[in-house]
T-cell receptor, first 114, second 114 residues
Framework: GAVVSQHPSWVICKSGTSVKIECRSL??????MFWYRQFPKQSLMLMAT?????????EQGVEKDKFLINHASLTLSTLTVTSAHPEDSSFYIC??????????FGPGTRLLVL | TQLLEQSPQFLSIQEGENLTVYCNSS?????LQWYRQEPGEGPVLLVT?????EVKKLKRLTFQFGDARKDSSLHITAAQPGDTGLYLC??????????????FGTGTRLKVLA
């Protein structure tokens, strides 16, 4: 139980295009999902907290117009990187909050912007 | 601001050796989780500790939550190459405007040599 999927697992795009990443909780409902960014050999950096039916809460320094988050249902949150640039290349990971304050992570999406 | 400091940052040991990873904070956490992450994948939950002084065992891994719930440790007995990975501790922390968010430790990168 407590499986979280992400799609796509990797994506390569041209600079200036937008990329959408999906995060799904497959066997449980998640009112809250989180989006993280991870640079090579570093820990996870929280970007934003996604709450079903309301606006996402962004961490300091994260541009909300750059990283659009939508949490339209209890099993799906999406992160759209708008007008992507090479510096946005990274490993993006989502998590969904399960029982007991535990987060269950997706497998991650590797984004490469050329 | 709640922080979770992990030590050591890097650890390279021979197969069969024992090791301990520490996760420390000046703040009290209601629970702490330990994750292991392999390159190109999302973190995988190993254990959740909730009660101060709690000890949990998972095969060769022993997890302890400090009495004051400010720190935790992970001890691996007879390490194997399959234990190689990034170990992360994490705990629920308060966010701005009442937003609930997770705090991740700085990470410990373990390499076990055959």
């Amino acid at each position: 139980g407590a499986v979280v999927s992400q799609h796509p697992s990797w994506v390569i795009c041209k600079s200036g295009t937008s990329v959408k990443i999906e995060c799904r909780s497959l066997d449980f409902q998640a009112t809250t999902m989180f989006w993280y960014r991870q640079f090579p050999k570093q820990s996870l950096m929280l970007m934003a907290t996604s709450n079903e039916g309301s606006k996402a809460t962004y961490e300091q320094g994260v541009e909300k117009d750059k990283f659009l988050i939508n949490h339209a249902s209890l099993t799906l949150s999406t992160l759209t990187v708008t007008s992507a640039h090479p510096e946005d290349s990274s490993f993006y990971i989502c998590s969904a909050e399960g029982q007991g304050e535990t987060q269950y992570f997706g497998p991650g999406t590797r984004l490469l912007v050329l | 601001t709640q922080l979770l400091e992990q030590s050591p940052q890097f650890l390279s040991i021979q197969e069969g050796e024992n090791l301990t990873v520490y996760c420390n904070s000046s703040s009290v956490f209601s629970s702490l989780q330990w994750y292991r992450q392999e390159p190109g994948e999302g973190p995988v939950l190993l254990v959740t500790v909730v009660t101060g002084g709690e000890v949990k065992k998972l095969k060769r891994l022993t997890f302890q939550f400090g009495d004051a719930r400010k720190d935790s440790s992970l001890h691996i007995t007879a390490a194997q190459p399959g234990d190689t990975g990034l170990y992360l501790c994490a705990g629920p922390g308060g966010g701005t405007s009442g937003t609930y968010k997770y705090i991740f430790g700085t990470g410990t990168r373990l390499k076990v040599l055959a």
